[in-house]
């Protein structure tokens, strides 16, 4: 649905993203994947779904995916960790 102001994010494409998002993750976790190929996809979907009124959306999404089960070698601040 499309409002003047923001748009709903269908439930079909929610449910889409979530798995690949938690198949992005677990490759990281695997070390199959950098974290900077991760963040791309995190960002990516932020992206996407900005443009809807999506911020209880990006928490619940977000909120599955842990990133204190593997070291960042440093490279991300801790209070950086949370992408919303």
Do not use: N
């Not at 439930?11 to 690949?20: D, G, I, K, L, Q």
């Not at 992206?47 to 909120?63: E, I, P, T």
């Amino acid at each position: 649905m499309v409002w003047g102001d923001h748009r709903r994010v269908k439930a079909r494409r929610v449910v889409a993203a979530s798995r690949r998002l938690c198949e992005r993750h677990a490759l990281w976790l695997d070390g199959a994947i950098t974290f900077a190929e991760f963040d791309a996809a995190v960002q990516g979907w932020i992206a996407h779904v900005r443009h809807a009124d999506s911020w209880g959306l990006r928490r619940h999404v977000l909120a599955g995916l842990p990133l204190e089960g593997r070291s960042l070698g440093g490279l991300v601040p801790r209070e950086a960790r949370t992408v919303i």
